[in-house]
């Protein structure tokens, strides 16, 4: 096996083992090896000639993410914002540690890592790129979940304000794709009004 196919089974074997479920297609899978699957299908998708580096980063990028919970850190702005700053930080080095066992070298792990930790969006391409797949998949398949979980108080107003921030970090190219995207109805009539 080459070290690609290695480090993406390393990196899947880390998701297992993710104690989370969520069922799709009638299948339930570890939370988190769903996502980066998706995460690798749509990156395919939107840049079938991805690097090496980008498919890893995309694949890794909620690594044994439910090691640090939300509910470790302050349930304000800045909490939201350290732990995030943190789950980067925890991501890449655990991808770092993968692509070190599997012989890559420092500059494609460091490589690795900046993408890992979605640096200089707008100013790399592919980390623009990275970000805009996050976004396309938020769209397809969380927007959903996300809208459930809120609390009916300001509910609709949240929604609009969460998938106008989403639009705002995405590329023209990103926009083009996520208006193709076959969205769930409630999910569709929330990106039109928010984009109206």
Not at 34 to 48: A, D, I
Not at 100 to 108: A, L, M, P, S
Not at 187 to 192: C, P, Q, R, T
Request: proline share 3%.
């Amino acid at each position: 096996m080459n070290k690609f196919n290695e480090a993406l089974n390393r990196i899947d074997e880390k998701n297992s083992e993710d104690p989370h479920k969520e069922l799709a297609d009638g299948k339930t899978y570890p939370k988190e090896l769903l996502y980066s699957e998706r995460m690798t299908k749509q990156l395919l998708e939107f840049k079938p000639e991805a690097s090496e580096e980008l498919q890893i980063a995309a694949r890794a990028q909620h690594i044994c993410r439910w090691q640090t919970p939300r509910e470790d850190y302050p349930m304000t702005r800045v909490g939201y914002l350290n732990w995030r700053n943190d789950l980067k930080k925890e991501h890449a080095e655990i991808t770092a540690e993968i692509l070190k066992e599997v012989g890559y070298d420092q500059d494609f792990i460091d490589r690795v890592s900046f993408l890992v930790q979605k640096k200089k969006i707008k100013k790399d391409a592919e980390s623009q790129i990275l970000e805009d797949v996050i976004c396309l998949v938020f769209l397809q398949y969380y927007l959903d979940d996300f809208e459930a979980k809120l609390k009916e108080d300001h509910k609709e107003d949240k929604m609009l304000d969460i998938i106008r921030k989403t639009w705002a970090k995405m590329s023209a190219e990103g926009h083009e794709a996520a208006l193709k995207l076959a969205l769930p109805d409630k999910a569709a009539a929330l990106v039109n009004r928010a984009l109206s």
